[in-house]
């Protein structure tokens, strides 16, 4: 970690592209490991986990596996583009049982490898999104101290269910986000998983940016969407107005 910080420093130092922070804060509760393609066999187990009781199979493709091939194609597709490579930082925390930092703020050429993601136990999304805002602010002081510009930041928020952290961290996370939001400090994109989404507690996290449900699992449109929003931002300038392709949603959201 030490050594990751260092080079994190040092690529500030080395690179004054202005840079565009991404957040990743991604659901990783149990609930992630249901089936969502392939051929299955029935195991006749069940277990009980992330607040429901799940049939235990062989086989088949999960949503974490999906997500999982998302996030690597985004990984990619910034890799691959010469302007975005040298500014976008990607920064991947994730939520279940417990919240981590699978990657904290730093471009491809630092961090070249998409974090592995693994799924266990119910979801703390208020205590993953506090964390979140954390190392953001941790990241735009550093910025500031080296000199270095950037843009809004963004925080992709993804999650599958219903929060069941604690309820005093949900809200103040909700209350952190919408500040920002409000003083035009951060940009979420809020994105439920499925039909058991909560599309409710999503919403309370943008005020200005509805929440949009994936089309079934097409988490890779989703982040084919994302990279080219983050190209677009690259090619202009911190303080521009940048227009998204709205059309571009309709491949992977709907309201």
Not at 36 to 61: A, C, L, P, S
Not at 97 to 108: F, K
Not at 218 to 227: G, V
Request: charged share 25%; with cysteine.
């Amino acid at each position: 970690m030490e050594k990751n910080q260092l080079m994190r420093m040092e690529d500030l130092l080395d690179n004054p592209s202005p840079r565009i922070p991404i957040c990743l804060c991604l659901d990783t509760s149990s609930s992630m490991l249901r089936v969502v393609g392939g051929t299955t066999i029935d195991t006749g187990r069940k277990v009980y986990q992330d607040g429901k009781q799940w049939n235990i199979v062989e086989g088949g493709i999960s949503a974490l596996q999906e997500l999982q091939e998302g996030v690597n194609h985004f990984y990619e597709a910034i890799a691959e583009d010469e302007v975005a490579r040298f500014g976008a930082e990607i920064c991947v925390v994730t939520f279940d049982s417990s919240v981590r930092t699978l990657t904290d703020y730093a471009t491809i050429d630092v961090q070249p490898a998409p974090p592995e993601l693994e799924a266990d136990g119910i979801t703390q999304l208020g205590e993953g999104v506090n964390l979140a805002l954390d190392l953001l602010e941790e990241r735009k002081n550093e910025y500031k101290e080296a000199g270095v510009d950037y843009f809004q930041p963004w925080l992709v928020l993804m999650t599958d269910g219903e929060p069941n952290g604690d309820d005093y961290e949900l809200q103040r996370a909700i209350n952190r986000a919408t500040e920002l939001v409000n003083n035009r400090k951060l940009t979420v994109f809020p994105i439920g998983i499925g039909n058991e989404a909560d599309m409710d507690v999503l919403a309370s996290f943008s005020p200005t940016r509805p929440p949009l449900r994936l089309k079934g699992t097409n988490f890779k449109e989703f982040f084919e969407w994302l990279s080219q929003s983050v190209s677009t931002v690259s090619q202009s300038m911190p303080g521009d107005k940048i227009q998204l392709n709205v059309e571009g949603i309709k491949t992977w959201g709907e309201i």
